[in-house]
């Protein structure tokens, strides 16, 4: 059974820090790209990084490129965004995701404030 289960979201201020985390279970781990979405409301969910099976590239929204580095533990079955510099709009709810065998996968998400 495929299963995605976030964790590590909360109250932040901006400019400061964050990691989430993403287990992963029910599928060979290495042989899938991941990726993580946010969502606000009102919005469809917008792609945040994504992470290749191999670790040997990655790619971020222009919102977030220089800020947040996406990684990856095969051995682990992790998938961790560091999140730095945080502005208040990376308010979300943030989702790790999986395509696998031409089906998506959704973890139930975690939501993170930026605030002061």
């Known amino acids: 059974q495929m299963r995605l289960v976030e964790s590590g979201g909360g109250l932040v201020q901006p400019g400061g820090s964050l990691r989430l985390s993403c287990t992963a279970s029910?599928?060979?781990?290495?042989?899938?790209?991941m990726t993580w979405f946010r969502q606000t409301p009102g919005r469809l969910r917008e792609l945040v990084a994504a992470?290749?099976?191999?670790?040997?590239?990655?790619n971020y929204m222009d919102a977030v490129r220089g800020r947040f580095t996406i990684s990856r533990d095969n051995d682990q079955n992790t998938v961790d965004p560091e999140m730095n510099s945080l502005k208040r709009e990376a308010t979300a709810v943030y989702y790790c995701?999986?395509?696998?065998?031409?089906?998506?996968?959704w973890g139930q998400g975690t939501q993170f404030n930026v605030f002061s």
């Open positions: 995701s999986v395509l696998f065998l031409s089906s998506r996968y």
């Open positions: 992470i290749t099976e191999t670790v040997d590239t990655t």
């Open positions: 029910g599928f060979t781990f290495n042989t899938a790209a």
